[in-house]
């Protein structure tokens, strides 16, 4: 027969048990579910403060990358591609998953991805799969990295966000100033409740090739920002310098 104080132990285990399940369900419960207008931002956000990037310049680069006019403001999209020139931006991440994976199998390989257009021919061997190419998170943490590798190199941060697009000078200055400038009303605009409510409660979601091939362990991808239009043509195109 179990004593006094065994019976006492066991109760308080199974207590213990208990208590650990229930905290565990409420941290479930409370998780929020970032709507897709709110994901570039959010991993933008997690992967700015992972890598000590400059406030709100992650955000900037997503929307030159892949600004929409949303509700009378310029809104990353986490679900479009540009392949070979012709940009999209998709309902839905199986929409843009599955348009990657056919021009894939056409053959194609300069497809830009995701929230901050990470170019497929260059980088897509820093990813395990399609989708996790076109997870905003990955993606912006394989942006971020680059960033940081660019501003390492050149010591400054508006050169590195330059060379992000090209290291041609006439290609990265007009790029540049067009991030500035989106930059610039970005510190007019509150952040979103649902990027705040995601950090909270610490859960999260799961780049333009230089001329140059990047070294074994770099990183690098492109920008396509495209129109609103049903033919989706690309309203970001450079002349020359294509990745």
């Known amino acids: 027969m179990l004593s006094p104080k ?6 308080f285990q199974i207590s213990g048990l208990l208590l650990v399940a229930a905290v565990a369900s409420t941290v479930q419960a409370t998780t929020v579910t970032v709507p897709e207008r709110d994901q570039c ?16 310049l992650l955000r900037a680069l ?35 998953l599955d348009a990657l994976r056919m021009a894939r199998a056409s053959g194609t390989t300069s497809i830009d991805v995701g929230c901050f257009q990470i170019n497929l021919k260059w980088h897509g061997r820093h990813f395990s799969t399609d989708h996790e190419m076109l997870e ?3 993606n912006a943490r394989y942006a971020a990295r680059f960033l940081r ?6 010591s400054d941060w508006d050169l590195a966000v330059g060379a992000f697009h090209s290291r041609t000078e006439r290609h990265a200055a007009p790029y540049l100033a067009r991030l500035k400038k989106i930059r610039r009303n970005l510190k007019k605009t509150p952040e979103p409740l649902h990027a705040l409510a995601e950090r909270s409660t610490n859960t999260r979601a799961s780049a333009f090739p230089l001329l140059r091939p990047p ?25 020359g310098d294509q990745r």
Do not use: C
């Not at 070294?215 to 002349?239: C, D, H, I, K, Y």
């Open 6 to 11: 065994a019976v006492l132990r066991i109760f």
């Open 41 to 56: 931002d959010t991993a933008a956000d997690l992967a700015a403060e992972e890598y000590g990037l400059p406030k709100n």
């Open 62 to 96: 997503t929307r030159t990358e892949t600004g929409r006019p949303m509700d009378g403001a310029l809104v990353p999209w986490p679900w479009t591609l540009n392949v070979a020139g012709d940009g999209q931006w998709f309902r839905s991440r199986t929409d843009a």
């Open 136 to 138: 905003p998170l990955a």
């Open 149 to 154: 590798s660019l501003h390492a190199e050149l």
């Open 215 to 239: 070294a074994e362990n770099s990183v690098t991808a492109s920008a396509s920002l495209v129109s609103l239009g049903t033919s989706a043509r690309p309203f970001w195109s450079l002349s």
